[in-house]
């Protein structure tokens, strides 16, 4: 269980009964020590099921399963790995009817929240009722219900928000559904509420494990706290600087908590990294040189100097995506590690992707983008999956409260709640409870007869969908379904700007089609290959082109149903990014623990690394407000993450002008370039300016052989 474990990793992996605390710089093997110690507790005679790894996303635990299973094998099946919000559903599903919870009960996604925070405030503005879906969401993270946010609000605004938070957490419980924060607030409260419920999961877990401490906020703290109690069984791993979730509520106060909280906290440092070459750890460790430090630590790398960190210069966007495509073509003509998996893109904002994905598809190199909006993700393709979610499970109570409201069909607010109630406290879904024989008895009768009707529709649908087989009937099933429900309508009516909304009905048709073409049998999608390196349709402001079905008659006609059924299983399944062998373009926040032997990060422009920090008036360097300073100290800490992910080359890029809205303005290179300290010497010069230079050189030097003959 020790091999290839340094000293201090075998220390922390060999200390079994106490707290743990793994401290330490990006690539030093912090994720490895949790690997390797699930397996050094199973092999010291703790049961698989009672070892709980907490990682920071649903693909990290797919990761780490992986790893865990090339360990110790099939006992790997059953050690709990997973996220805080998974175990939280788990610990909600077992014992949830505490809090008046249902097992069954839903999970809604960040649209449905928006959608529902319209109603509760009584508005059609989407940026409004994010705005309140982020207090709302900051609020909960700090423990805080509406009747507390309220006491405390500081302005009207404040004030405003608590109380459509309240009308907020009347509907969720009425429709037996919570949102993500949730699924950790909710487990809090059981465990700090419930000494009975807390008593069996200190009983059940013998020791728990989290990586990326760092990104811990106050609740999922609380959480640990409560699940290890005194005895203090965890191991927790992080890095103070690559805390980059303090946005998001996160916070570094849990890792001075911790000797506080366990004063036996045994506290190991690891110093030799194991992924970059010198030359990226330097700049590396000169990036993150001016933070203020919290615990003072040391890297150092044993893997040679290796190439020199390349700064390139570009004229505009497209100009970077171009530069970063041959940068790619170059490295695979002369470097080891050549596959497309071996190359990643990182950027600060979602947004930038746009031109490198257009780019890579000219070049005809496959890529995915991670950490980004999917086309399953759109509004309308949510809307379009939660009818097909409701086909194929109809107690999928989230997928029902969509389609029932989408687009609106007379039955209101008053009515899902009653019918929420009443599913609740017989515990049914929404859909048995509208057939309920009961119902009548609660509702009045004409919205019986808008349920029932509904109802009924839906296994209308159900029904046909089933029985329809073909590319033909397919695109005419969906084409009148569209125009029952009056969807075209709905999009437009919901949409101010029509431009949006016709893009909007745009994708859907898109989308259609491309599922048609499934029932067609023209597309074998195998069991569930259906995000392979070519992808879903991209929408239609993406960039076309990339994503051709593969030959056709490969697999005979499906019906809609069956294709509608994988359709709903990837939407739910977005970090489904098996090891495919593409390019990866991804945020750098969506990359923290990932590796690639080569890398770039693109956009690392002032305004972008570090975004906006409203101070752009000022020139770097001076001095700024405390405020904007902590945000310049987390941007530091992303541009740390960004380089620390390269194992053997990295290339910074930033362009001389970007695109500003419509306009194209001048440009200037991130602060944080300067911050890496290259050598000037080993700084690679816009090969332009190079031809330039010798240009002028060589005048100068036929100038100079010209006088002389003179
Ligand atoms: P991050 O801070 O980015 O999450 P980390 O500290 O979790 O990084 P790992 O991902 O565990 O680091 O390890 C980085 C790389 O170094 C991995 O490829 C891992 O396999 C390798 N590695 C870690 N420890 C050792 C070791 N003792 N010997 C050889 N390779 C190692
Ligand atoms: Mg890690």
Redesign the pocket.
């Known amino acids: 269980m020790t091999a290839g474990l340094n000293l201090a990793q075998q220390e922390a992996v060999n200390y079994l009964h106490g707290p743990c605390l793994v401290l330490a710089g990006a690539g030093s093997g912090?994720?490895r020590v949790i690997t390797h110690k699930i397996a050094r507790l199973i092999q010291a005679g703790l049961e698989p099921r009672r070892i709980a790894a907490i990682t920071f996303t649903n693909k990290a635990a797919a990761e780490m399963r992986e790893r865990a299973k090339g360990l110790i094998g099939r006992d790997a099946r059953h050690v709990v790995i997973c996220t805080f919000h998974a175990l939280g559903v788990r610990l909600m599903r077992e014992d949830g009817a505490a809090l008046g919870l249902k097992p069954q009960f839903s999970i809604l996604d960040s649209d449905d929240v928006t959608s529902l925070l319209k109603d509760c405030g009584g508005t059609t503005d989407a940026a409004t009722a994010r705005h309140w879906q982020w207090t709302i969401s900051l609020w909960k993270n700090q423990g805080l219900n509406a009747e507390k946010a309220l006491a405390q609000a500081r302005d009207e605004d404040e004030r405003q928000t608590a109380v459509i938070m309240a009308r907020y957490e009347e509907r969720l419980s009425a429709y037996q559904s919570v949102d993500f924060d949730d699924l950790i607030g909710l487990p809090l409260k059981l465990l700090a509420d419930f000494p009975e419920v807390r008593a069996k999961w200190q009983a059940a877990l013998g020791h728990v494990l989290v990586?990326?401490y760092q990104d811990t906020n106050a609740t999922q703290y609380e959480v640990l706290r409560h699940l290890v109690g005194e005895r203090g069984r965890f191991t927790a791993?992080g890095d103070d600087d690559q805390s980059i979730y303090g946005w998001r509520g996160a916070t570094l106060d849990n890792l001075k908590k911790l000797p506080q909280d366990f004063p036996k906290l045994k506290v190991i440092k690891l110093e030799q990294n194991y992924r970059s070459t010198s030359a990226i750890l330097r700049a590396a460790n000169n990036v993150i040189g001016p933070n203020p430090k919290l615990f003072p630590k040391t890297l150092f790398s044993e893997l040679g100097e290796g190439e020199p960190v390349r700064v390139v210069d570009a004229d505009h966007e497209e100009h970077e995506a171009e530069r970063a495509v041959a940068r790619i073509r170059s490295l695979q003509a002369s470097a080891r590690d050549k596959e497309f998996r071996d190359f990643a893109i990182l950027y600060r904002a979602n947004h930038m992707a746009k031109v490198f994905e257009q780019a890579l598809r000219r070049a005809n190199i496959p890529y995915k983008v991670s950490g980004g909006q999917s086309f399953f993700d759109r509004a309308e393709i949510r809307d379009l999956c939660a009818w097909f979610r409701l086909w194929i499970n109809n107690d999928d109570d989230p997928a029902f409260l969509r389609a029932v409201t989408t687009p609106k069909r007379g039955i209101g607010h008053q009515t899902l709640q009653s019918l929420g109630n009443f599913a609740g406290q017989y515990r049914l879904s929404l859909f048995e409870a509208l057939f309920s024989h009961s119902l009548p008895g609660v509702l009045g009768a004409r919205v019986v007869g808008s349920l029932h009707e509904f109802g009924r529709y839906v296994n209308e649908l159900q029904y046909r969908a089933r029985h329809t087989h073909g590319a033909e009937g397919a695109r005419a099933f969906l084409a009148d379904w569209l125009k029952d429900i009056g969807y075209e309508k709905h999009l437009l009516d919901s949409d101010d700007n029509d431009k949006v909304a016709a893009a909007r009905w745009s994708n859907v048709l898109e989308f259609c089609d491309w599922m048609a073409g499934r029932c067609g049998g023209q597309i074998d999608d195998g069991a569930d290959s259906a995000l392979g390196a070519a992808g879903p349709p991209q929408g239609a402001n993406a960039p076309s082109g990339g994503s051709e079905p593969r030959a056709a008659g490969s697999v005979g006609a499906r019906s809609l149903l069956e294709v509608a059924q994988t359709i709903s299983l990837l939407s739910t399944l977005s970090e489904r990014e098996q090891d495919q062998n593409v390019v990866t373009l991804s945020t750098l926040h969506a990359a923290k623990?990932l590796e690639w032997p080569h890398v770039m990060l693109v956009g690392v422009n002032e305004g972008l690394l570090p975004f906006k920090l409203g101070d752009e008036d000022g020139e770097p360097g001076a001095t700024p407000a405390d405020d904007v300073l902590q945000r310049l100290q987390e941007e530091r800490r992303l541009m740390y993450v960004g380089i620390t992910r390269a194992q053997r080359t990295l290339a910074v890029s930033w362009t001389k002008r970007r695109k500003k809205g419509r306009e194209v303005v001048p440009a200037r290179p991130s602060r944080f370039i300067a911050e890496m300290a290259l050598n000037p010497a080993t700084v690679k010069e816009d090969p332009r300016e190079k031809l330039k230079a010798l240009r002028a050189e060589f005048a100068r030097k036929a100038q100079d052989a010209l006088s002389a003959k003179v």
């Open positions: 912090k994720t990586d990326e791993v623990g």
